[in-house]
């Protein structure tokens, strides 16, 4: 069975301060790697995966996750970040081999940017 | 394109009444998940479609929910009777299918708040 731990259940941050969301993730397989962000009143949308190739994957809005096998870790990271960051961030994985597998959320992380 | 559609966006009832969510997901999106989150913890698979048939219903809590996904639209999930941990956030999401190794992204839809006092 897969489960995905979020160590940090909220993480205040001041404006264009950089800030880090820690994933890690247990699995007996090969996993594809997600994060989800919440804004307030909205539904999930996906900000970045990780399939397969370069373990640095990048979203359109300045976030960063690295895969990192050897520690199980999928973290989400932004040098700088925005009052409109603020968000609730879930990480997920679903099983690499089986094929439109359900996810594997964890807790989610709620971070309040402050200006 | 329209995204991933659900109603009503809120609902409150009392123990023992019945209430049924529905989910609207992206057009020609074959995979249909629904998925909940219980206050303060995490979201939750509950059962996921592939057009019209359940492929694995594994996550649903017990016989009181029921889902269906007519014609391979939209689908429909009742709790009959609710109870009160039946309370959360209901998620549904669609992806396209189709693609190698299950690397369709899901689309999530706004989610329903459920309250059942």
């Known amino acids: 069975a897969q489960s995905v731990t979020q160590l940090d259940s909220q993480v205040p941050v001041f404006e264009e301060a950089p800030v880090e969301l820690r994933c890690n993730y247990s699995s007996s397989v090969s996993v594809y790697l997600f994060w989800y962000v919440q804004y307030p009143n909205q539904g999930l949308q996906l900000l970045l995966k990780y399939l397969s190739g370069s373990t640095l994957v990048e979203s359109i809005n300045g976030f960063e996750a690295e895969f990192n096998k050897s520690q199980t870790s999928f973290h989400l990271r932004k040098p700088s970040v925005h009052i409109s960051d603020t968000a609730e961030y879930f990480c997920a994985v679903s099983d690499h081999w089986a094929g439109n597998t359900p996810l594997v959320f964890g807790k989610g992380t709620r971070l309040s940017v402050i200006a | 394109e329209a995204g991933v559609t659900q109603f009503p966006s809120h609902s409150v009832i009392e123990k023992g009444q019945t209430v049924t969510l529905r989910c609207d997901p992206i057009?020609?999106?074959?995979?249909l998940y629904w998925y909940r989150r219980v206050m303060g913890k995490e979201i939750k698979f509950l059962l996921h479609f592939v057009k019209e048939s359940k492929q694995d219903e594994s996550g649903m809590p017990n016989n009181r929910f029921l889902a269906e996904r007519t014609g391979g639209t939209y689908s429909t999930l009742k709790v009959q009777p609710a109870e009160l941990e039946d309370s959360g956030v209901y998620f549904c999401?669609?992806?396209?299918?189709?693609?190698?190794?299950?690397?369709?992204?899901?689309?999530f839809g706004p989610g329903t708040r459920l309250t059942v006092l």
């Open positions: 057009s020609g999106h074959d995979n």
């Open positions: 999401a669609s992806s396209q299918g189709g693609t190698p190794l299950g690397t369709d992204t899901q689309y």
